[in-house]
Each structure stands twice: as C-alpha cells, then as structure tokens.
C-alpha cells in the first residue's frame, strides 16, 4: 500500500494526499481483515458440521446398524444421510444457495447476509461430511494444514505483487467451466486417469484463484469501497469472504483427492 502516496492526488496537496491515502490504507487492513475473519468463521462452521453429521451418522454397533460404507456402520440417520435418495439433496443444496446468495447479495441487509453465509457454510459442512466415510481422518487434517499453508501463501502474493493480475482472471475462468464440463462427463465414464487429471489441473486453476481474488478484493476496496462505506462495503466484506470460502473449500477437497489416504 505504499504506492497510495504516489498515485492519490488531493486537491489540498500533498501532505492531504498522504493523510487521505493511510486513511485508504487503514481501511484497506480493516475490510481486508474483516473479510478472513468472515471466511474463517465459515470454515470453522463447515468442519464443525461435517463432523458432528458423520458422528451422528457412524455407530460402533454392527446389530443397530442401518447400512454399511466400507468399514464404516451407519445409523438411520446416517443410511438418510450418505444412502437414501435424501444425500441429493444436501449434496446440491450448498451450489443452489450460493448462487442465490451472489445474485441476491445488493438486495439484503448485510446482517441478513451475514446469516445467510453461516446457513451456507453449515450446509456445505453437511455435504462435505462423507469425507470422513472415504479418507482417513490423520489424512483429513494433514491435507486441511496443507491447503492452510497453500492458501495463505497464494492470498499473501495476491495481495502484496505489483503484477497486474485481470488478465489471468479470465483465463482462470475458461479453466474453471473446462474442469465443471470434464467434471460432469466423468460422472458418467467415472475414469480415474480423468478424475486425476481434474483434480491437478483444479489445483492449479483455483490457486491461482486464489490470489486473483485476492487482488480483486483489495483494488475494488481502493477504487469503490473505500469512498462508498457502510452497508456497501459491509455486504462486499461478505461476497468476498464467500468467494475465497469457495476457493479453499475446493482447493482442499481436491488437494484431499490427491493426497488423502483413502480409509479401505
């Protein structure tokens, strides 16, 4: 934020322009930081939920047992949850509500908002849930301290690089419909060779996500929020968190697709 000084300009000169611009870069740490706390939040939200849905879902009880995944023992709740035609709906309930929430997100009131992010995080936890059934749980928590470590270093160059990176965010997006189309014609082949190589490429397109948002986050701050304020730049705070939400949850799951030890 350094170069605040050099490219603001302040009809009252350049000692305003330096008073103006540490309040622009002040500010910038503020909503910066508001926005990692939301996102924070959220994962700790999903983990939280994913885990008490599986352990609601397994029992060390093979008589009282509805179902059987693997080495695992379900309950009724469980058979609901990862059996019954009743997983669709909690499988396809975090994609629905996130567009709602983007597309709505001017509309609301930023408590409203706020709140509706908790719900999303919630659910994405309840769809994320059967990880525990698939991988290993030392597996779960060595690929999550990776993807921690991953994240904070793409979001840290993101926001201190003076590369310009607009540019990379619409290749980045071709990227992303290629992996959602190969995703989608592999529901049908189910080739590994193919999954593999989505799950490769999805890590490269989503680290590089990440630090492009990153970028976006911050300039939109410098060049929109920083004079508009208030409940605007309170319900920006929000749409940002969920959008690096959305690029660690996906980094993890397919960083766990490759280095997740699966539970046989």
Do not use: C
Request: avoid cysteine; proline fraction near 2%; charged fraction near 10%.
């Amino acid at each position: 934020m350094s170069d605040l000084d050099r490219n603001y300009t302040s009809p009252f000169g350049r000692a305003a322009g330096r008073a103006d611009a540490a309040t622009v870069d002040a500010g910038l740490r503020a909503y910066m930081l508001r926005i990692y706390n939301y996102m924070s939040i959220g994962l700790a939200i999903t983990g939280l939920a994913a885990l008490g849905v599986y352990m609601a879902a397994v029992t060390s009880d093979p008589s009282g047992a509805a179902a059987k995944i693997g080495s695992a023992f379900l309950t009724p709740f469980g058979y609901a949850m990862f059996v019954s035609p009743l997983k669709w709906l909690f499988i396809l309930a975090p994609l629905a509500m996130v567009f709602a929430l983007s597309a709505g997100i001017n509309r609301l009131a930023p408590s409203t908002a706020q709140m509706l992010f908790w719900v999303f995080s919630a659910l994405m936890g309840v769809s994320l849930s059967s990880i525990f059934l698939v991988y290993t749980h030392t597996s779960i928590v060595r690929v999550f301290f990776i993807t921690a470590a991953t994240f904070g270093a793409l979001s840290l160059y993101g926001y201190t690089t003076r590369r310009d990176l607009t540019g990379v965010g619409s290749f980045l997006f071709m990227g992303l419909i290629g992996i959602v189309i190969a995703s989608l014609v592999n529901l049908f082949l189910a080739s590994s060779a193919l999954q593999f190589i989505v799950s490769v490429v999805g890590v490269l397109v989503f680290a590089g996500l990440t630090a492009w948002d990153t970028q976006r986050l911050k300039n939109d701050y410098i060049y929109g929020y920083a004079s508009a304020g208030g409940e605007m730049a309170e319900r920006a705070s929000i749409i940002g968190a969920l959008s690096l939400y959305l690029n660690f949850i996906n980094l993890f799951t397919l960083l766990l697709q490759l280095l997740g030890q699966r539970d046989n």
